[in-house]
């Protein structure tokens, strides 16, 4: 057992480069108390100006440089009396961006749109089975789930869909079989499906891999599978698509539209959401609202 200073070498496991100038902030892992923050170098490394002594539990933030915001438990290593250092690697990926589409029964192609309206009774039995495709577009990067120890919630990456409670009143709701999570706010309907980061591995010892339909914190929806990262290294591709699929069907909707919105947002808590009516303080919409609109 030994009384050192730690010198992190912060490295982005799925682009397989330095983090760069990331931001560490060191929490003690039991009360949840910030001992220090430390800004790493270019080639994102930083020693603490505190000593930590072998076995102590912590509680690493990553942060900043186009890096997904993490939580990551730490056990502070052992080393030699000799050493002047206790030197560690510690992982983070590049936070990606994602793309929705939509695809029906009969191979309808849903197109983003606040006018166009579908009907509900043109598809057998007055209902359509929608297939959700979660596209990740940025090369060799992805998403992180971890969970927040400040605000007490978990960060996954999820997918908000409101159905807006139809066009005159809260009796005019389309069926909806499927989705998850289900809160009702006032005239609308707010669904949440968590998919799988796709990543196996701690980051604090362990870097990270992409492994289909895997989470790296909590739980994500068995609706839900694939993988939000990516990973490109010349002919090998792995992960970059997550799907969910679930129906419609006409219910309480007459002729009046229903309007559909899908959201992404990371750094969210559905559960949150439930108890305080938004998805937590770190909460980022990803992307565009996607908006389908259904008629009886």
Not at 194 to 199: A, E, M, Q, S
Not at 222 to 227: K, Q, T, W
Request: with cysteine.
């Amino acid at each position: 057992m030994v009384t050192k200073t730690i010198t992190f070498a912060c490295v982005d496991s799925i682009a397989g480069a330095n983090c760069g100038a990331v931001t560490i902030a060191l929490y003690q892992g039991t009360t949840n108390t910030l001992l220090e923050t430390l800004t790493a170098s270019s080639a994102g490394v930083i020693a603490s100006t505190n000593t930590y002594t072998s076995g102590t539990a912590l509680t690493l933030k990553v942060s900043g440089n186009s890096k997904v915001t993490e939580y990551i438990p730490f056990t502070a290593p052992t080393g030699y009396v000799t050493d002047t250092t206790e030197n560690v690697g510690i992982y983070a990926i590049t936070l990606g961006a994602w793309t929705q589409s939509f695809t029906g029964t009969g191979g309808t192609t849903f197109s983003s749109s606040t006018t166009a309206l579908h009907g509900l009774n043109g598809f057998s039995g007055n209902q359509v089975t929608i297939n959700a495709n979660i596209a990740e577009t940025t090369a060799s990067a992805g998403y992180k789930a971890s969970y927040d120890i400040i605000n007490l919630l978990n960060q996954y990456w999820l997918v908000q869909i409101d159905d807006g409670g139809g066009a005159n009143s809260n009796t005019q709701f389309a069926t909806v079989n499927g989705l998850t999570h289900l809160t009702v706010l006032g005239n609308t309907h707010y669904n949440f499906v968590v998919c799988p980061d796709g990543l196996a591995g701690n980051g604090g010892n362990t870097r990270y891999t992409i492994q289909l339909n895997s989470q790296t914190q909590g739980s994500f929806d068995g609706i839900c599978s694939g993988s939000l990262s990516g990973f490109t290294s010349g002919n090998t591709v792995a992960g970059y698509n997550a799907a969910y699929t679930f129906t419609v069907a006409v219910g309480g909707l007459t002729t009046s539209a229903e309007t559909f919105q899908f959201k992404m947002y990371y750094y969210a808590d559905w559960g949150y959401f439930v108890t305080n009516g938004n998805l937590g303080p770190s909460a980022t919409q990803s992307g565009s609202t996607f908006t389908i609109k259904f008629t009886g």
